[in-house]
């Protein structure tokens, strides 16, 4: 393919971003995507808020929500309205679709958004949702290009699509197919933390190469809107011929900014209803708002002592009814930096979820609040990871072997949260207490709200035109098939599940295995179900290797399900031999197949989500 | 598209001035006809002074409209032009801005309440919501910024080629450029207008500023 731009696209958990790079030009530069304001109106914003509102059918009048793109009157409406407007009426809002697409409690295809509402008209999937965002986000860039007079064909572009360093197969999977649904075609995947790794390389221009040395181990803290994602990268080589590898992701964790304008809230709403005022819910979230631009206030200008809070009521008396009150900074500080960042130690890990069995499936909410705890937990995992394969080892040297989790020499920050100069201060303190005194750098020059798209466009360029900074990931996680054991069953006693691994943690673009260790015998005509599991704390398990127990060491994700069609030759009834090929793509998604061992045949496993 | 609205203004402008330039020369005309009528030559003076005045004032109005609007510079090459502005459009989308500044500042709810009912603190805790609300509004559809960076009350050169809508000479107004004297106040102006455009205002009614709120319960 000969492209002729690249276009990048973060579709965020709560705040959405195109970047574009036509290759006749240096940099990439934001797309400005049209939205609709308020009824009748529509405007340019640098971000697309990744909010979907169902109107009524009577609530507005026709066409009074209609995109310039849009020929029929849609029933969806997607970004500022739709989040400003839907706050106020939650049962037809839908927020963080994304967090739906990995949690498998809940079929991401089901349609059950928004979530526990009682409305008559049809509801949507996570993965419809996803599918009309990255539409809108499509037909955005389109309308915005044609507006300054340029048509771009998609196929002559390099489309790269980010995703949480979080996101299993699975959902990475669902997220490619929600694309290529939205008629962006085959998209590359990228890891957001690794999209703003290359933001960073290109605002820190030819110099960012002096900035970090091999042996180098940089901790990219993405803390968003909804979600906080956390990846280490390693930096090897020398004489300047620097390389990259990414060598740890964390865990799924729905914790963000918005968790602490709730906090801040609550707060104030207490200090409120203690003078004996109270608020309704259009007021508490006017003031979660105002509390909001108190925090920046505040953050962004340390010689503020407090800042004013003032709240008007829903109806037109605004001298009468104003409710107000001011956030000082011992507050701010307790609630968001001892709130959030509280200096722990790195062995103080967060309290485990839930288990109980009466849990109700909704998003799988962080129970613990404090990122310090949820940073550690990633730390101490990342170790048990590289300690896992002699080749992760040999980044960390000897100095691993003298403390319990990994030492990151480097932070860079990500995610709108360090905005504020004194939580990304209050991260790093916490960095260097663990590291006994000694300071851990912070890389300058982040732009945390567009940087993701910013560096998904350059990614989308370097491998387009073969020129530029890669870094080596492979998959983020092993994954493995569950085989049912062979013991007899005891009464009281759960035979252990084993599990076979499949796919090693790191296995590359572009290549693919055959697990010859175990072969199958599937029935065709008949569905076949296995479990699928995963770790991302395993780098050193093989292709083939014999998990004894997985339930205890492994995650579940998924189920895997194939149904081998009637073969001509063969009677029916009879188990066909088949072994596990798994296929990571040119584009960087996981396709399991099952091949016939005496052919060439193989027949693709389609990923089921684990109902429970 | 930042071009819009200078365009809008443009289109307003020539209508405006074709029209009065209509009523003037109607008036003229009539006051040259009152000159036929005898019993009307005991006012030959004033009727032609008035006549002469107010072609005078037609000239200068005119004049003055040019200098009002310049020449715009060409618009660019759009792929999709927009379609002609439906009737009102300008008038809805004027209504549509105040609704802005109510929506998300309350301004219109501050104007119309009784201001002299209360006292200052709860007028104060009201301007506070109109104050960063308006100021929203202003910071993303505006690039508002002081034509002038010298401090006020200090004393300031006006550059030679100054534009005349951005500098008001006050007092003594004598010499030639560039002039010099004491900055009484910084001016604005914006670097760009970044407005919500109207989808169609459909019937001949204006929308309306802010909705009539109704909880369904």
């Not at chain 1, 090693?504 to 076949?528: C, N, R, V, W």
């Not at chain 2, 020449?71 to 379609?83: E, G, L, N």
């Not at chain 2, 560039?178 to 407005?195: A, C, I, N, R, S």
């Amino acid at each position: 393919m000969n492209a002729r731009f690249s276009l990048g696209i973060d579709l965020g958990t709560s705040n959405s971003a195109v970047a574009a790079n036509n290759f006749e030009e240096d940099e990439p530069s934001i797309v400005e995507i049209t939205q609709i304001l308020r009824p009748n109106q529509i405007g340019e914003s640098s971000t697309l808020p990744s909010a979907l509102y169902l109107p009524h059918p009577d609530e507005f009048p026709e066409d009074a929500l209609k995109l310039p793109w849009v020929n029929d009157s849609r029933t969806a409406i997607i970004g500022h309205f739709a989040r400003e407007h839907g706050a106020l009426i939650p049962d037809r809002l839908v927020t963080s679709a994304k967090s739906w697409l990995s949690n498998f409690h809940v079929d991401p295809r089901r349609p059950v958004l928004p979530w526990k509402s009682e409305i008559n008209e049809p509801k949507l999937s996570a993965f419809d949702c996803s599918r009309l965002y990255l539409e809108h986000l499509k037909e955005g860039f389109l309308y915005a290009e044609q507006l300054q007079g340029r048509n771009w064909d998609l196929s002559e572009g390099q489309i790269v699509l980010t995703v949480p360093a979080s996101f299993d197969e699975v959902a990475r999977n669902l997220t490619a197919e929600a694309a290529e649904a939205a008629g962006l075609g085959r998209v590359i995947l990228l890891e957001e933390p690794q999209a703003a790794f290359y933001a960073w390389t290109a605002r820190a221009g030819g110099s960012w190469r002096n900035q970090v040395n091999s042996g180098d181990i940089i901790l990219v803290c993405d803390v968003g809107g909804g979600t906080a994602d956390f990846s280490l990268i390693a930096i090897s080589g020398k004489d300047g011929n620097l390389e990259l590898e990414r060598i740890s992701v964390g865990e799924h964790i729905l914790l963000g900014g918005d968790n602490m304008d709730l906090a801040l809230a609550y707060t104030l709403q207490a200090q409120l209803e203690s003078t004996g005022k109270s608020l309704d819910a259009w007021q508490f979230l006017a003031l979660t708002h105002a509390a909001s631009r108190a925090k920046v206030d505040l953050f962004n200008d340390e010689s503020l002592a407090q800042a004013p809070i003032s709240v008007p009521s829903r109806g037109s008396s605004l001298f009468a009814k104003t409710i107000s009150t001011t956030l000082d900074r011992p507050t701010l500080e307790q609630v968001v930096l001892d709130g959030f960042f509280p200096i722990t130690k790195v062995n103080d890990l967060p309290t485990e979820r839930r288990s109980s069995g009466l849990q109700e499936f909704g998003l799988p909410y962080a129970s613990d609040p404090i990122v310090s705890k949820h940073l550690a937990r990633f730390l101490t995992r990342s170790l048990v990871n590289v300690k896992a394969s002699d080749s992760l080892k040999a980044f960390v040297g000897s100095s691993a072997e003298a403390t319990d989790y990994l030492r990151p020499t480097a932070v860079l920050f990500n995610g709108g949260v360090f905005n504020a100069a004194p939580i990304r201060k209050r991260v790093l303190e916490l960095l260097t207490s663990w590291n006994g005194g000694q300071p851990v750098r912070e890389l300058e020059g982040f732009q945390p709200d567009l940087a993701v798209a910013k560096g998904a466009a350059l990614y989308g360029r370097h491998r387009a035109t073969g020129k530029g900074i890669r870094i080596k990931a492979g998959t983020a996680r092993s994954y493995y098939v569950g085989l049912e054991s062979s013991m007899p069953a005891i009464p009281g006693f759960k035979p252990p599940i084993k599990a076979l691994c499949v796919v090693p943690q790191g296995m590359e673009e572009g290549s693919e295995l055959l697990i010859e260790e175990k072969e199958f015998g599937l029935i065709t005509g008949q569905p076949a179900e296995f479990r699928f599991f995963a770790s991302e704390v395993r780098s050193g398990d093989t292709p083939g290797q014999i998990i004894p127990n997985a339930e205890s060491e492994l995650e579940e994700t998924s189920r895997l399900e194939v149904t081998l069609p009637a073969i001509e030759g063969l009677p029916e009834g009879q188990p066909l031999p088949v072994q596990m090929n798994p296929v990571v793509t040119e584009l960087g998604n996981l396709e399991l197949w099952m091949k016939h061992t005496g052919s060439d045949r193989r027949w693709k496993v389609d990923f089921q989500v684990r109902m429970e | 598209m930042r071009l819009e609205p200078r365009l809008r203004f443009q289109e307003r402008a020539i209508p405006k001035m074709k029209s009065y330039v209509l009523i003037a020369a109607a008036l003229i005309a009539v006051l040259n006809a009152l000159l036929l009528i005898p019993a009307m030559s005991a006012y030959t003076i004033p009727i032609a002074a008035l006549a002469l005045l107010l072609a005078i004032a037609v000239l200068a109005l005119s004049l003055f409209e040019r200098r009002e609007t310049p020449a715009p510079p060409p618009p660019p090459v759009v792929a999709k032009p927009p379609p002609p502005p439906p009737e009102r459009h300008v008038e809805a989308e004027v209504v549509a801005f105040i609704g802005l500044l109510q929506e998300k500042g309350r301004l219109v709810d501050f104007l119309m309440d009784d201001v002299s009912l209360y006292d200052d603190s709860r007028v104060g805790a009201a301007a506070r919501v109109v104050h960063f609300g308006c100021r929203d509004v202003l910071q993303e559809h505006f690039k508002v910024t002081p034509i002038s960076d010298a401090e006020e009350g200090s004393h300031v050169m006006i550059p030679e080629d100054y534009s005349v809508d951005e500098y008001r000479l006050m007092g003594k107004i004598t010499g030639n450029p560039p002039f010099k004297g004491v900055l009484l106040h910084k001016g604005w102006k914006t670097e760009f207008v970044k407005l919500p455009r109207i989808i169609k205002t459909g019937d001949k009614r204006l929308p309306s500023i802010a909705p009539a709120l109704v909880e369904i319960k």
